[in-house]
């Protein structure tokens, strides 16, 4: 069983930044892929960005190309979520996800374990 905690959201100006990290529970993390998600109210929970533990390919959503990285310390069992030039369509809750699975880019069907959510919410 993986679990998956978030943490380092809140509430920033348009314009800011902010880091988001997960920490995984987990002694097989170097072997996990792992997405950031975001859920904004009355919306479908959508792809934001991830990284594949077999090629180390990084995924972004069309939508924070340039202004987000993700990366991953295995050191720390942790994943990030740097979030840079903020807008206020980029409030939603955030959720990080992972799976084993080497296949894994964006497809939020391919993640099997999620974490509760971290909330970020831009003001313009």
């Known amino acids: 069983q993986v679990q998956l905690v978030e943490s380092g959201g809140g509430l920033v100006q348009a314009g800011g930044s902010l880091r988001l990290s997960c920490i995984a529970s987990?002694?097989?993390?170097?072997?996990?892929?792992m997405g950031w998600f975001r859920q904004a109210p009355g919306k479908e929970r959508e792809s934001v960005a991830a990284i594949n533990w077999s090629s180390g390919s990084t995924y972004y959503a069309d939508s924070v190309k340039g202004r987000f990285t993700i990366s991953r310390d295995n050191a720390k069992n942790t994943v990030y979520l740097q979030m840079n030039s903020l807008k206020p369509e980029d409030t939603a809750v955030y959720y990080c996800?992972?799976?084993?699975?080497?296949?894994?880019?964006?497809?939020?069907?391919?993640?099997?374990?999620w974490g509760q959510g971290t909330q970020v919410t831009v003001s313009s």
């Open positions: 996800a992972a799976t084993y699975d080497s296949r894994a880019s964006l497809n939020r069907q391919m993640y099997n374990y």
């Open positions: 987990v002694r097989t993390f170097s072997i996990l892929s």
